[in-house]
């Protein structure tokens, strides 16, 4: 079970004053939730406001050799409130530590002595008040790295927000308590949608959000959401053509609806997703068949693969795309149906292998099943061969087919020289004649009834 850590940076204040620190009424999130009197310290009147405080498993304090001095006062000052904490779980510890935070070793001892005092899973409130000099770099290095190191919870960053009056001004009747916690949060934001829009990975944006349950960024815990928003992501790494696109609309509308409502900060993580995903939107709809409009999406689709160097799915569906190809210039094969998809996944594999090889060596004729389909694609195969740039086409399928083995065999035996450097100039030019054929789109359906060959 997860720990409950209470954790304050302990100032040593000015010495010059009978107190510490100036005696102040605080009051967390409303003035209604006040303390009963004035306190010196504000980790005494954090332990008085925040809820179920009686609940935390340890509270560490963090001193130098001088501010240590304080820590009595402070335990006095507490139960002089009738909070009543077991002694065992105070850990002050840290309190040997040099005075001198203004050079970087001293900083690495804070942090190394701090991040060993954390388990695994530990839910933590920090209290930022009297971080001082180096103290607050090191605080926020502290739990970016053990969000990641130890998968800690972060629950609240707690600020004491008292300024001392001007001369001749009377003190506020009393002064808040700030949660800052989402400034230590939007980094994690930020990382869960890079990682969304650079790699198709929601699962640390998932994570991130499934902890959000206040704060700047709460609206984006939202189930709905976010499961459309996976299976997106889960179609684009899957390659999965055929759904992409109503899953792209799927979640482009749920992040609408969310959008509606969403905070600044949040609309801004939210217009970066659609930012990125929109183009795999088509102007016209798809309908389940193979079009140009279809052959469009797929090249979008394709540019995001090798954007987020998914390069074995992205050369997987270049080579569907030119099975796709045939079936298109033909104008007909509805896939919408599982019984259809198949049989226009036959003709696309014939297709495939006619643009593969020479026509001299096809043996479609001595294969009872494929002759039709040859028969049936050859005004397609023969619309593409008055293509300009058609010999092109041919020598990028052998790239794109040895790359695809290479993948499929695990770089070895022929592949074993691995991934080939210049992959992504092969993908680059596959896009530039996968383009140009669809620029050319109408010259080639032009030339399908053409018999010549």
Same mark, same amino acid.
């Given at each position: 079970?997860?720990?409950?850590?209470?954790?304050?940076?302990?100032?040593?204040? !000015?010495?010059?004053?009978?107190? $510490?620190?100036?005696?102040?009424?605080?009051?967390?999130?409303?003035?209604?939730?006040?303390?009963?009197?004035?306190?010196?310290?504000?980790?005494?009147?954090?332990?008085?406001?925040?809820?179920?405080?009686?609940?935390?498993?340890?509270?560490?304090?963090?001193?130098?050799?001088?501010?240590?001095?304080?820590?009595?006062?402070?335990?006095?000052?507490?139960?002089?409130?009738?909070?009543?904490?077991?002694?065992?779980?105070?850990?002050?510890?840290?309190?040997?530590?040099?005075?001198?935070?203004? !050079? $970087?070793?001293?900083?690495?001892?804070?942090?190394?002595?701090?991040?060993?005092?954390?388990?695994?899973?530990?839910?933590?409130?920090?209290?930022?008040?009297?971080?001082?000099?180096?103290?607050?770099?090191?605080?926020?290095?502290?739990?970016?790295?053990?969000?990641?190191?130890?998968?800690?919870?972060?629950?609240?960053?707690?600020?004491?927000?008292?300024?001392?009056?001007?001369?001749?001004?009377?003190?506020?009747?009393?002064?808040?308590?700030?949660?800052?916690?989402?400034?230590?949060?939007?980094?994690?934001?930020?990382?869960?949608?890079?990682?969304?829009?650079?790699?198709?990975?929601?699962?640390?944006?998932?994570?991130?959000?499934?902890?959000?349950?206040?704060?700047?960024?709460?609206?984006?815990?939202?189930?709905?959401?976010?499961?459309?928003?996976?299976?997106?992501?889960?179609?684009?790494?899957?390659?999965?053509?055929?759904?992409?696109?109503?899953?792209?609309?799927?979640?482009?509308?749920?992040?609408?609806?969310?959008?509606?409502?969403?905070?600044?900060?949040?609309?801004?993580?939210?217009?970066?997703?659609?930012?990125?995903?929109?183009?795999?939107?088509?102007?016209?709809?798809?309908?389940?068949?193979?079009?140009?409009?279809?052959?469009?999406?797929?090249?979008?689709?394709?540019?995001?693969?090798?954007?987020?160097?998914?390069?074995?799915?992205?050369?997987?569906?270049?080579?569907?795309?030119?099975?796709?190809?045939?079936?298109?210039?033909?104008?007909?094969? !509805?896939?919408?149906?599982?019984? !259809?998809?198949?049989?226009?996944?036959?003709?696309?594999?014939?297709?495939?292998?006619?643009?593969?090889? $020479?026509?001299?060596?096809?043996?479609?004729?001595?294969?009872?099943?494929?002759?039709?389909?040859?028969?049936?694609?050859?005004?397609?195969?023969?619309?593409?061969?008055?293509?300009?740039?058609?010999?092109?086409?041919?020598?990028?399928?052998?790239?794109?087919?040895?790359?695809?083995?290479?993948?499929?065999?695990?770089?070895?035996?022929?592949?074993?020289?691995?991934? $080939?450097?210049?992959?992504?100039?092969?993908?680059?030019?596959?896009?530039?004649?996968?383009?140009?054929?669809?620029?050319?789109?109408?010259?080639?359906?032009?030339?399908?009834?053409?018999?010549?060959?």
């Amino acid at each position: 079970m997860a720990r409950k850590i209470f954790i304050s940076f302990l100032g040593m204040g !000015n010495l010059t004053k009978v107190n $510490p620190y100036d005696p102040v009424k605080y009051y967390y999130k409303d003035k209604e939730n006040a303390t009963n009197d004035e306190t010196i310290f504000v980790q005494s009147a954090e332990l008085e406001l925040y809820p179920n405080i009686n609940s935390f498993d340890k509270f560490i304090l963090l001193a130098t050799n001088s501010s240590s001095q304080n820590i009595t006062t402070l335990k006095e000052e507490i139960a002089s409130k009738g909070i009543v904490i077991d002694e065992k779980k105070f850990d002050t510890t840290i309190d040997d530590i040099s005075d001198e935070l203004t !050079n $970087p070793d001293a900083a690495w001892e804070w942090f190394g002595r701090l991040q060993a005092k954390i388990e695994t899973n530990d839910e933590i409130v920090w209290d930022v008040t009297h971080g001082f000099r180096i103290v607050p770099i090191v605080f926020s290095a502290a739990i970016g790295y053990l969000k990641r190191a130890k998968n800690i919870t972060l629950t609240s960053v707690l600020y004491g927000a008292y300024v001392p009056p001007k001369q001749g001004e009377e003190k506020k009747e009393s002064y808040p308590i700030v949660d800052v916690r989402d400034f230590y949060t939007i980094t994690d934001w930020a990382e869960g949608v890079g990682r969304l829009v650079d790699n198709a990975d929601t699962g640390f944006l998932l994570k991130v959000a499934e902890k959000e349950k206040s704060g700047s960024f709460v609206e984006l815990n939202n189930k709905d959401l976010l499961e459309n928003i996976a299976k997106l992501t889960k179609s684009v790494r899957n390659v999965e053509l055929q759904n992409i696109e109503t899953n792209a609309k799927i979640a482009l509308d749920a992040i609408q609806q969310s959008i509606i409502s969403a905070q600044s900060l949040e609309k801004q993580i939210l217009m970066m997703i659609v930012d990125k995903f929109t183009p795999l939107i088509s102007e016209a709809p798809i309908n389940g068949q193979y079009t140009k409009d279809y052959l469009s999406l797929q090249v979008r689709l394709i540019d995001l693969l090798a954007t987020h160097g998914l390069y074995m799915q992205c050369f997987t569906a270049m080579r569907e795309w030119l099975g796709s190809l045939g079936l298109a210039i033909l104008e007909e094969h !509805n896939h919408s149906s599982r019984k !259809n998809d198949d049989k226009a996944r036959r003709y696309a594999e014939v297709f495939v292998n006619m643009l593969q090889y $020479p026509e001299r060596d096809w043996k479609f004729d001595s294969i009872m099943e494929l002759k039709p389909m040859k028969d049936k694609l050859y005004p397609a195969y023969c619309s593409l061969k008055k293509l300009s740039n058609f010999t092109q086409v041919i020598e990028l399928l052998i790239k794109m087919k040895n790359v695809r083995d290479g993948f499929d065999h695990g770089w070895t035996g022929k592949h074993i020289a691995g991934v $080939p450097e210049n992959i992504h100039e092969i993908f680059s030019n596959a896009k530039a004649i996968f383009q140009s054929i669809i620029e050319n789109w109408d010259d080639i359906i032009a030339q399908k009834n053409n018999k010549s060959c």
